[in-house]
């Protein structure tokens, strides 16, 4: 898969919010292709790692 537009923003005290088409490689080896965005965890607080769950706001996430 080619990439050649996503952008990454930081969202204050949450996770980071994906923009374009990407490809999630899991560690078992696995792809997943996401888009239009997608949101992945930064707190480690999310039971559905990488992406965020919304667990943060629950664990005052800060950052
Ligand atoms: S950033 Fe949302 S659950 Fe971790």
């Not at 923003?9 to 996401?34: C, F, Q, S, Y």
């Not at 607080?45 to 664990?59: F, L, M």
């Amino acid at each position: 898969m080619e990439n050649t537009n996503v952008k990454v923003t930081v969202l204050a005290n949450g996770p980071l919010m994906v923009e374009g088409t990407i490809a999630v490689v899991k560690v078992d080896g696995t792809t997943e292709v996401k888009e239009p965005k997608a949101f992945l965890c930064r707190c480690g607080h999310s039971a559905n790692k990488p992406y965020c769950d919304g667990a943060h706001k629950k664990n005052n996430f800060i950052g």
